[in-house]
């Protein structure tokens, strides 16, 4: 069964819970699902191609226009 943490916005406790169970509530209010954590991979040649917008290169195998 997956869970899912929360944290009050008021006093900052965090609490786990079942992802189908109820938000549970906390200083009066309920309480938020914790934001993911930022991705930090680091930079490296296979995630640099991802933004290449530029198409291949001429392999020479298509005549040239005149």
């Not at 209010?29 to 930090?40: I, R």
Request: hydrophobic share 25%; with cysteine; glycine share 8%.
């Amino acid at each position: 069964m997956k869970e899912t943490t929360y944290v009050c916005p008021a006093c900052g406790a965090k609490a786990s819970a079942p992802t189908s169970a109820s938000v549970p509530t906390c200083c009066g209010s309920a309480m938020t699902p914790e934001p993911l954590p930022v991705c930090t991979v680091p930079v490296s040649a296979e995630s640099a191609r991802t933004g290449d917008e530029d198409g291949p290169c001429a392999d020479g195998a298509t005549p040239r226009k005149s």
